[in-house]
């Protein structure tokens, strides 16, 4: 049985590309994906059974062997160090909503480390698996 990695895949669109072990790309559809697997990450490495389509080799009952590794969940803050950073965001949010309780919005340079705060931290916690 062939074997590869996900190349891409759009489930939008409904299709992606394997790129076979062999040095082949392969045509993925959506429909030969294992039941459950909705969006399988870039870099999976899976088996697949090999039919010839009108424009080339098509992937058929694709088994996920491995999952890719998250380079974002290997990158997050340890739990200790992420607590930290939230009391701090939570002082500056507070300190924030006490000026609009006073209808002041924060100044522009204070707005934008504030959004630039929320965007970093909400990046460490969304880990998709």
Do not use: C
């Not at 074997?3 to 590309?17: H, V």
């Not at 507070?94 to 002041?104: E, F, I, P, Q, T």
């Amino acid at each position: 049985m062939p074997s590869g990695r996900i190349r891409w895949f759009d489930a939008k669109k409904g299709y992606g590309f394997i790129a076979g072990d062999d040095g082949k790309d392969v045509f993925l559809p959506q429909t030969a994906l294992p039941q459950g697997v909705r969006n399988p990450r870039k870099g999976a490495k899976v088996e697949y059974s090999v039919i010839e389509g009108n424009r080339g080799q098509v992937a058929m009952g694709v088994t996920m062997v491995a999952s890719a590794p998250s380079l974002v969940k290997a990158t997050r803050p340890k739990p200790d160090d992420m607590a930290a950073i939230v009391e701090d965001l939570i002082k500056l949010l507070d300190s924030a909503g006490n000026g609009l309780r006073r209808h002041r919005y924060p100044s522009s340079a204070d707005s934008r480390k504030l959004a630039t705060l929320l965007r970093a931290v909400a990046d460490d916690f969304d880990v998709q698996d």
